[in-house]
Nanobody, 116 residues
Framework: QVQLVESGGGLVQPGGSLRLSCVAS????????FNWYRQAPGKERGLVAG????????TYADSIKGRFTISRDNAKNTIYLQMNSLKPEDTAVYYC?????????WGQGTQVTVSS
């Protein structure tokens, strides 16, 4: 079955960096685009970044452009989100997402907390 497992979250000071990973299994990884979403307390889940199946096309939310980079390693079935210059407003649970055969699949999420 489809599984998405995120890791890499944690507590970081403002201005710091983290790299999130999402390992996918149960389907042909290289055939699908992936997304990172985030959800802060009391807010709706929103799109952070997306990447095409080949990695040749990416998209970013305006709030994180220039600070975050999405990438993929098709040999490792892994999606990454490199997050630099983190701000307190980046605090949220970050989720990996893929849409496959008309269904949405989500990982369990990884908590990112930006605080001094």
């Amino acid at each position: 079955q489809v599984q998405l497992v995120e890791s890499g979250g944690g507590l970081v000071q403002p201005g710091g960096s983290l790299r999130l990973s999402c390992v996918a299994s149960g389907f042909t990884f290289s055939s699908y685009g992936f997304n990172w979403y985030r959800q802060a307390p009391g807010k709706e889940r929103g799109l952070v970044a997306g990447i095409s199946s080949t990695g040749g096309s990416t998209t970013y939310a305006d709030s994180i452009k220039g600070r975050f980079t999405i990438s993929r390693d098709n040999a490792k079935n892994t999606i990454y989100l490199q997050m630099n210059s983190l701000k307190p407003e980046d605090t949220a649970v970050y989720y990996c997402h893929v849409r496959r055969m008309g269904l949405n699949y989500w990982g369990q999420g990884t908590q990112v907390t930006v605080s001094s």
